[in-house]
């Protein structure tokens, strides 16, 4: 028996060293290609993003792209780690604003200026979330996402429901599902960035007043305590009601495929996932933008930085990620992308038309609307406890009623008052 | 077993104790040392390179939300531990008592016991989310099919289900390897000594008290001393069944986890920094260092007097 | 006496009806996890409990077309046949040494070794990172292997030593008359009478190095160089609303170690079971 364990081993080893000399080398690509990596946190979308660059590949035929996606909680650790020591990907996804900075900072960004002049071309707003105070840009602006209400047409249909304009038409709208004993909300409690960056995020701005009131928090004229942000925290606790039964454990992927496959009338989501729901096999899809306070309000619309692609300057084969990376910011590119990610709009200037029609309607809400980013995105999730952190504990807290509505808010303003200094007066 | 040459060191002595004394000095005893010095380092790398004193742990013991979540984790993970243990030792002892009578198939009940443990905690974790969740999950469906639909509860939701439903699952897995040592310590037993107590017509239940768990008590420690290690450096269960935030709320954040996230995630994920990190394992440190010279102490002393 | 036989009886099948329960307990989220790997997505929400209708393989076609998922094998069998060969050699030539010759740090060693199965690796994490950046093997198999070995070592050394110790001086002493070197004594005389001890050293630490996930994660990046345990997260991420493909994910990753298990299982029990009863 031991012998047979023996020559057993010995035969997987040399199985595993053979097949490892021949295929686990990453610069043995045998015709000559130059491979280069790619990673994000968009671990969902590595069959779309092969599509994507196989038109490049096909252009460059010496230019091989791995897009290899590491899981969105691990990301910025792994990725941060992989450049700082050498190992990382050629080409990688950069969060807006601090979080991405911090990575810039590390100093194994490559700056973009003088090889891609046409990123002064792109909106301001934009190329401001990926550059220093001095100018220096550090990643190609590729995408923004814009956050609102999905909902079937055939559920909403059964009742006579139309789209709500005002919060109260919202709540009316969700009363009446209820009630025929409709599933209203596919909306869970279980990952907390969901009930931030969407929820919150989303439909909070209409009632604090949108981007004004978001610079006036930065600069610690305004509170999360003050009646706007707070008239949001209420807002959002409304909603808690018509959440489905076990809503406290369903995570966020439960969440899509809930609504997905049409067991729930509405979520609330981001324009991310209009490719993921479309792939569950929903076919009446609807969407509306986040409701105002009152008729004839301003949509406050949360059209966040979402996503810039960066460089790494220690690549090992910089003049290829180089010419990757200017395809990247071209309009080719950003057509392809909002064809095969419908719901990622591209900042790339150019008039591209847009194949998917509830895509077409979340950019034509931005059309008369006042734009605004996440609420605690900019400086105040810089350091720890960090807003995004803390909002997300505190709204979990709160749809499980351990939380009022003010005690959320506070929970926030106190816990950024421990190191963000326009709180700490 | 005296060696030939008492006392000389030779040369082939040194060439086969080297490699085993370099790789396990080098990468594990000197890394939980240099560990404990990088938690006094601060800096925003990915090595903390600032000296800051004892910085990290005055943050740690008394600012929120350091403190908070540290206290928190510590709590969660006795917990976790006391309902490992109470899982691990009663069923597995009862188990091991039951495989170790004649019944028929107790050697397909012994292989079977040990199956999970094989497996990854990482894929536990993931099977048992699939088999918890909320809408189609196969357990909720479970209990609906046999009407008890009051019980079901949002498992994983709800802070009060949420840790013992982990501590469950981690002593479903292993429950096999408390089988096994218990099995290993009963089977040990010789033959005559119970014989013996059956012709004086000991009850199967005096056995059990007079014979069987006394002699086994030392493995009882052994198998507990392995759960505490275990669980207070558990991760991967807490990352497969709530992710790296330990959901909901942080309500089953244990140690392992709590070491991850603050070491290796950015502050948006709830990170601390490296240095933040490092003090966090040498707290887990101290407590398991703790709990192994308590363990030493009760069980391993008391067996030298006993003796 | 006959009413003792049959009270016994009536007892055993108590027995054997709880010893079932719980085996099924056990059986069946296993089994279930292979079953819905077949099925299609609908049939897991229409039929969860019964038999697929059909054995449909297309998700296991799917995982090992779409992902690199011979390669994260590979590494996987190559991580634990190195680690578990190194562990093997130079914990048996130290244990030999520890067991067989006398000098004078000999009880310090052995105790400074075996103090280490009880030394969580997990705790020195940071600086291990900070050591293998140092020496460029961040991101490399050599990382993770090393580390397997370094866990492996202080198990191996408790029981190769009681093994070697329990070989009679008198194998050494006649080998010795005939002009062996030391080294030709653990060559010629110990390896052989060792192996049943090297088998279960290799099959206690076949498990953990096989499964271990913890240090993946930290170490390796690239998708050249992941084992089973960091692809099975990546997949489970990357295909979390593909339900029939996300069993097939975990039902790969446990094959393996399954079929070794049920193979070896005697092994299991006997290098399991010596650990125990010693400790």
Same mark, same amino acid.
């Given at each position: 028996?031991?012998?047979?364990?023996?020559?057993?081993?010995?035969?997987?080893?040399?199985?595993?060293?053979?097949? /490892?000399?021949?295929?686990?080398?990453?610069?043995?690509?045998?015709?000559?290609?130059? %491979?280069?990596?790619?990673?994000?946190?968009?671990?969902?979308?590595?069959?779309?993003?092969?599509?994507?660059?196989?038109?490049?590949?096909?252009?460059?035929?010496?230019?091989?792209?791995?897009?290899?996606?590491? =899981?969105?909680? @691990?990301?910025?650790?792994?990725?941060?780690?992989?450049?700082?020591?050498?190992?990382?990907?050629?080409?990688?996804?950069?969060?807006?604003?601090?979080?991405?900075?911090?990575?810039?900072?590390?100093?194994?960004?490559?700056?973009?200026?003088?090889?891609?002049? =046409? /990123?002064?071309?792109?909106?301001?707003?934009?190329?401001?979330?990926?550059?220093?105070?001095?100018?220096?840009?550090?990643?190609?602006?590729?995408?923004?996402?814009?956050?609102?209400?999905?909902?079937?047409?055939?559920?909403?249909?059964?009742?006579?429901?139309?789209?709500?304009?005002?919060?109260? @038409?919202?709540?009316?709208?969700?009363?009446?599902?209820?009630?025929?004993?409709?599933?209203?909300?596919?909306?869970?409690?279980?990952?907390?960035?969901?009930?931030? @960056?969407?929820?919150?995020?989303?439909?909070?701005?209409?009632?604090?007043?949108? @981007?004004?009131?978001? %610079?006036?928090?930065?600069?610690?004229?305004?509170?999360?305590?003050?009646?706007?942000?707070?008239?949001?925290?209420?807002?959002?606790?409304?909603?808690? %009601?018509?959440?489905?039964?076990?809503?406290?454990?369903?995570?966020?992927?439960?969440?899509?495929?809930?609504?997905?496959?049409?067991?729930?009338?509405?979520?609330?989501?981001?324009?991310?996932?209009?490719?993921?729901?479309?792939?569950?096999?929903?076919?009446? /899809?609807?969407?509306?933008?986040?409701?105002?306070?009152?008729?004839?309000?301003?949509?406050?619309?949360?059209?966040?930085?979402?996503?810039?692609?960066? !460089?790494?300057?220690?690549?090992?084969?910089?003049?290829?990620? !180089?010419?990757?990376?200017?395809?990247?910011?071209?309009?080719?590119?950003?057509?392809?992308?909002?064809?095969?990610?419908?719901?990622?709009?591209?900042?790339?200037?150019?008039?591209?038309?847009?194949? =998917?029609?509830?895509?077409?309607?979340?950019?034509?809400?931005?059309?008369?609307?006042?734009?605004?980013?996440?609420?605690?995105?900019?400086?105040?999730?810089?350091?720890?406890?960090?807003? =995004?952190? !803390?909002?997300?504990?505190?709204?979990?807290?709160?749809?499980?009623?351990?939380?009022?509505?003010?005690?959320?808010?506070?929970?926030?303003?106190?816990? !950024?008052?421990?190191?963000?200094?326009?709180?700490?007066? | 077993?005296?060696?030939?040459?008492?006392?000389?060191?030779?040369?082939?002595?040194?060439?086969?104790?080297?490699?085993?004394?370099?790789?396990?000095?080098?990468?594990? #005893?000197?890394?939980? #040392?240099?560990?404990?010095?990088?938690?006094?380092?601060?800096?925003?790398?990915?090595?903390?390179?600032?000296?800051?004193?004892?910085?990290?742990?005055?943050?740690?013991?008394?600012?929120?939300?350091?403190?908070?979540? *540290?206290?928190?984790?510590?709590?969660?993970?006795?917990?976790?531990?006391?309902?490992?243990?109470?899982?691990?030792?009663?069923?597995?002892?009862?188990?091991?008592?039951?495989?170790?009578?004649?019944?028929?198939?107790?050697?397909?009940?012994?292989?079977?016991?040990?199956?999970?443990?094989?497996?990854?905690?990482?894929?536990?974790?993931?099977?048992?989310?699939?088999?918890?969740?909320?809408?189609?999950?196969?357990?909720?469906?479970?209990?609906?099919?046999?009407?008890?639909?009051? #019980?079901?509860?949002?498992?994983?939701?709800?802070?009060?289900?949420?840790?013992?439903?982990?501590?469950?699952?981690?002593?479903?897995?292993?429950?096999?390897?408390?089988?096994?040592?218990?099995?290993?310590?009963?089977?040990?037993?010789?033959?005559?000594?119970?014989?013996?107590?059956?012709?004086?017509?000991?009850?199967?239940?005096?056995?059990?008290?007079?014979?069987? #768990?006394?002699?086994?008590?030392?493995?009882?420690?052994?198998?507990?001393?392995?759960?505490?290690?275990?669980?207070?450096?558990?991760?991967?269960?807490?990352?497969?069944?709530?992710?790296?935030?330990?959901?909901?709320?942080?309500?089953?954040?244990?140690?392992?986890?709590?070491?991850?996230?603050?070491?290796?995630?950015?502050?948006?994920?709830?990170?601390?920094?490296?240095?933040?990190?490092?003090?966090?394992?040498?707290? *887990?440190?101290?407590?398991?260092?703790?709990?192994? *010279?308590?363990?030493?102490?009760?069980?391993?002393?008391?067996?030298?007097?006993?003796? | 006496?006959?009413?003792?036989?049959?009270?016994?009886?009536?007892?055993?099948?108590?027995?054997?009806?709880?010893?079932?329960?719980?085996?099924?307990?056990?059986?069946?989220?296993?089994?279930?996890?292979?079953?819905?790997?077949?099925?299609?997505?609908?049939?897991? &929400?229409?039929?969860?409990?019964?038999?697929?209708?059909?054995?449909?393989?297309?998700?296991?076609?799917?995982?090992?077309?779409?992902?690199?998922?011979?390669?994260? &094998?590979?590494?996987?069998?190559?991580?634990?046949?190195?680690?578990?060969?190194?562990?093997?050699?130079?914990?048996?030539?130290?244990?030999?040494?520890?067991?067989?010759?006398?000098?004078?740090?000999?009880?310090?060693?052995?105790?400074?070794?075996?103090?280490?199965?009880?030394?969580?690796?997990?705790?020195?994490?940071?600086?291990?990172?900070?050591?293998?950046?140092?020496?460029?093997?961040?991101?490399?198999?050599?990382?993770?292997?090393?580390?397997?070995?370094?866990?492996?070592?202080?198990?191996?050394?408790?029981?190769?030593?009681?093994?070697?110790?329990?070989?009679?001086?008198?194998?050494?002493?006649?080998?010795?008359?005939?002009?062996?070197?030391?080294?030709?004594?653990?060559?010629?005389?110990?390896?052989?009478?060792?192996?049943?001890?090297?088998?279960?050293?290799?099959?206690?630490?076949?498990?953990?190095?096989?499964?271990?996930?913890?240090?993946?994660?930290?170490?390796?990046?690239?998708?050249?160089?992941?084992?089973?345990?960091?692809?099975?997260?990546?997949?489970?991420?990357?295909?979390?609303?593909?339900?029939?493909?996300?069993?097939?994910?975990?039902?790969?990753?446990?094959?393996?170690?399954?079929? &070794?298990?049920?193979?070896?299982?005697?092994?299991?029990?006997?290098?399991?079971?010596?650990?125990?009863?010693?400790?």
């Amino acid at each position: 028996m031991i012998k047979r364990i023996s020559v057993l081993l010995v035969v997987l080893l040399v199985f595993g060293t053979f097949t /490892l000399s021949a295929g686990g080398n990453k610069e043995a690509a045998a015709d000559g290609k130059v %491979q280069i990596t790619f990673t994000s946190w968009r671990t969902e979308d590595i069959e779309r993003m092969n599509r994507i660059n196989a038109v490049f590949m096909e252009k460059n035929p010496n230019i091989e792209v791995l897009f290899q996606p590491i =899981n969105d909680n @691990e990301y910025d650790a792994q990725m941060r780690a992989g450049l700082e020591t050498g190992t990382g990907a050629d080409i990688i996804f950069l969060r807006s604003y601090d979080t991405g900075r911090i990575v810039y900072d590390g100093g194994s960004i490559y700056e973009l200026n003088k090889d891609l002049p =046409n /990123l002064e071309g792109f909106p301001s707003a934009a190329v401001k979330a990926w550059s220093t105070e001095d100018g220096k840009i550090y990643a190609v602006p590729s995408v923004g996402v814009t956050h609102g209400v999905y909902y079937h047409k055939d559920i909403f249909d059964k009742y006579g429901l139309k789209e709500p304009e005002t919060w109260d @038409e919202f709540i009316a709208v969700a009363q009446t599902l209820k009630d025929n004993g409709e599933v209203v909300f596919a909306q869970g409690a279980l990952d907390d960035w969901t009930s931030y @960056e969407v929820v919150f995020s989303g439909l909070g701005p209409n009632f604090y007043g949108g @981007e004004e009131s978001r %610079q006036k928090l930065i600069t610690g004229e305004m509170k999360l305590t003050d009646k706007p942000f707070l008239d949001a925290f209420r807002a959002v606790d409304q909603l808690q %009601q018509f959440f489905p039964k076990g809503y406290e454990a369903l995570d966020y992927v439960s969440m899509q495929t809930m609504f997905g496959t049409g067991q729930a009338a509405m979520f609330m989501g981001g324009s991310w996932e209009l490719g993921i729901l479309e792939d569950l096999g929903s076919t009446d /899809l609807g969407w509306f933008a986040p409701p105002v306070k009152e008729k004839g309000d301003t949509l406050q619309y949360c059209f966040h930085v979402d996503a810039g692609i960066a !460089l790494n300057k220690n690549s090992e084969h910089l003049p290829e990620a !180089l010419e990757y990376i200017k395809w990247v910011s071209s309009p080719e590119y950003a057509q392809l992308l909002m064809n095969e990610l419908p719901g990622f709009f591209s900042y790339t200037p150019g008039d591209y038309p847009l194949t =998917n029609a509830i895509a077409k309607e979340m950019i034509g809400a931005a059309s008369d609307a006042v734009l605004t980013v996440r609420t605690v995105w900019e400086k105040m999730s810089a350091q720890s406890p960090s807003g =995004n952190a !803390l909002m997300g504990e505190a709204l979990q807290k709160m749809w499980k009623d351990e939380f009022t509505p003010e005690e959320a808010a506070s929970f926030v303003q106190d816990g !950024l008052a421990t190191w963000y200094k326009p709180f700490m007066k | 077993m005296t060696g030939n040459k008492a006392g000389k060191v030779k040369p082939f002595m040194v060439f086969f104790l080297l490699p085993s004394i370099l790789i396990y000095t080098g990468f594990l #005893l000197l890394p939980i #040392l240099d560990s404990m010095r990088l938690s006094f380092y601060s800096g925003s790398g990915l090595i903390p390179d600032k000296f800051v004193g004892f910085d990290n742990y005055v943050k740690l013991f008394t600012r929120f939300p350091f403190k908070n979540r *540290m206290l928190n984790a510590f709590s969660n993970n006795i917990k976790f531990f006391f309902i490992v243990t109470l899982i691990q030792n009663i069923f597995g002892f009862f188990i091991a008592f039951f495989v170790t009578r004649k019944i028929i198939g107790k050697g397909f009940f012994r292989k079977i016991s040990f199956l999970p443990t094989t497996l990854s905690v990482l894929v536990v974790g993931f099977l048992f989310k699939l088999i918890l969740n909320p809408v189609w999950g196969i357990f909720d469906k479970m209990l609906a099919a046999v009407g008890l639909d009051e #019980l079901i509860r949002p498992w994983l939701g709800d802070p009060l289900t949420a840790l013992p439903v982990l501590a469950i699952v981690v002593s479903w897995q292993f429950m096999g390897e408390s089988v096994l040592f218990y099995t290993a310590g009963i089977d040990a037993i010789p033959e005559e000594v119970t014989e013996a107590a059956l012709i004086d017509g000991a009850t199967p239940l005096q056995e059990l008290w007079y014979i069987i #768990l006394p002699s086994i008590l030392p493995i009882i420690g052994i198998v507990t001393i392995l759960i505490f290690i275990g669980d207070f450096t558990q991760f991967d269960i807490v990352y497969a069944m709530s992710t790296t935030m330990a959901n909901p709320a942080y309500g089953t954040d244990l140690f392992g986890s709590l070491f991850y996230r603050t070491a290796f995630s950015t502050p948006v994920r709830g990170g601390w920094g490296m240095g933040m990190g490092a003090a966090v394992s040498t707290v *887990m440190f101290v407590i398991v260092f703790t709990g192994v *010279m308590v363990w030493l102490y009760f069980f391993k002393l008391k067996e030298k007097k006993n003796d | 006496m006959t009413k003792h036989i049959f009270k016994r009886r009536f007892t055993n099948t108590i027995l054997f009806a709880f010893l079932s329960l719980y085996a099924v307990s056990i059986l069946y989220p296993i089994i279930l996890m292979f079953l819905t790997s077949f099925k299609t997505t609908r049939e897991i &929400f229409t039929n969860p409990f019964g038999l697929p209708a059909s054995f449909e393989f297309t998700s296991y076609i799917k995982l090992l077309t779409v992902s690199n998922y011979l390669t994260y &094998f590979r590494n996987s069998i190559f991580v634990t046949i190195i680690s578990l060969g190194t562990i093997i050699v130079i914990t048996s030539t130290a244990s030999f040494v520890l067991a067989k010759y006398n000098f004078k740090w000999k009880n310090f060693l052995y105790l400074f070794f075996v103090a280490g199965m009880i030394i969580p690796i997990r705790l020195g994490t940071i600086s291990i990172l900070k050591l293998m950046i140092g020496m460029h093997a961040n991101d490399t198999l050599f990382s993770v292997i090393i580390v397997g070995i370094a866990v492996g070592i202080p198990f191996g050394i408790f029981i190769l030593t009681d093994f070697i110790k329990m070989i009679p001086e008198e194998l050494s002493a006649a080998a010795r008359i005939d002009g062996c070197s030391e080294p030709a004594i653990f060559r010629i005389v110990v390896i052989p009478l060792l192996r049943p001890a090297l088998a279960a050293v290799a099959i206690i630490n076949y498990i953990p190095i096989w499964n271990d996930f913890w240090f993946p994660l930290v170490f390796l990046k690239s998708d050249s160089v992941k084992t089973v345990p960091l692809a099975t997260a990546l997949l489970f991420g990357q295909y979390q609303t593909n339900y029939a493909l996300v069993f097939a994910v975990l039902s790969m990753a446990s094959i393996p170690v399954m079929l &070794f298990y049920i193979i070896f299982s005697k092994y299991f029990v006997q290098g399991l079971s010596s650990g125990a009863l010693k400790g």
